[in-house]
């Protein structure tokens, strides 16, 4: 996957990699205590922690950019970038709102 240069697979990735951002943002803050069903619920009711899981989620996409860039995998970077600026834009509207 890191041999491959294109703006497709930034996409896809961007898409994908925040979801290992809400597995670990619930391993962290409430695996022991309530299921992923509860867990989903919460975050459906309670805004803040919706602000709250954007940054893990945030933060695995300019760590996967990070790792595309430091290899030169331009296009691939690219597409991960603008996914998470989506994101963040997302985000933004989400707390603002």
């Keep these: 996957m ?9 996409l896809i990735l961007g898409l994908l990699m925040p979801s290992l951002g809400v597995l670990l ?7 022991p205590t309530f299921s992923f069903t509860e867990y989903i619920e919460a975050l459906r009711n309670n805004r803040s922690l919706v602000s709250a ?7 695995v996409n300019i760590a996967i950019f990070t790792l595309y860039v ?13 996914i998470t600026l989506i994101y963040a834009v997302i985000a933004l509207i989400a707390k603002l709102l």
């Design 2 to 10: 890191l041999k491959r240069n294109n703006f497709s697979l930034g």
């Design 25 to 31: 943002f619930y391993i962290w803050k409430f695996y």
């Design 53 to 59: 899981l954007t940054i893990p989620c945030l933060v």
């Design 70 to 82: 430091n290899t030169k995998k331009y296009e691939t970077a690219k597409g991960i970038f603008c």
